[in-house]
């Protein structure tokens, strides 16, 4: 059986992401809709720590499976989000040789789309990195091929530096992504990769071009 090719906006349980017109969308069976009477099943729990999916692992069923609807919704808002975002690519610069390589695209993104696009942006060029992203040495000891990006991912390595909005990657789970991506307050958007060819001007251009946002 071939397997499917990895999805920028595949949900974390690996379901469609689709939404009814009401907005959110089914929600799926879960056995806190079954509990007896008097059980609590609508508080949150505070514990458990995020996963590499961005889930909440939290002890009772109900609470993972609302956890992982929720997610479903946020991965739809950041596909649509990056379909509407307004960008142009103004300069492209590298290096390639025989064993080293290295990108630096620099884009324009609309200052009227910043505020809610950056974000997912930020997200959907890091998904692709990681998505094309292989092992390489003894990084291959943890290389799972059905891994996925999540939302846990990109939170965790999102950060504000002078005005910025930064987020590197280097190894992440066995896959050498070695991925830059840099939004600043005037729009200007900084893509830089490290021996990984011209892949940057590829993703871009894919979501220049609304490629690879269908959520399927």
Known sequence: ???????????????????SRG???PSPRTPAAEASPGQRVSQWSPAG??????????????????AMDDDNATFHDLAT?????????LRVEGEEEADRSWQRVTCHLHREDLPWAAVPIAHAVSAHSFADARPRGVSGADFDPRDEWGLG??????????GRLVLETDYVRGRMMKTDISIGPDGRLVV????????????LRALKGKRHLQLV
């Open 1 to 19: 059986m071939t397997m499917p090719s990895p999805c920028l906006f595949r949900s974390p349980n690996g379901r469609s992401v689709r939404r």
């Open 23 to 25: 907005g959110r969308g």
């Open 49 to 66: 720590p995020l996963g590499s999916s961005g889930l909440v692992h939290l002890d009772l069923d109900g609470y993972y499976l609302q």
């Open 81 to 89: 989000s990056v379909a509407a975002a307004r960008f142009r690519i």
């Open 153 to 162: 991912d990109l939170l965790s390595r999102l950060r504000f530096e002078r």
């Open 192 to 203: 830089a990769t490290r021996n990984r060819h011209e892949m940057a001007l590829r993703w």
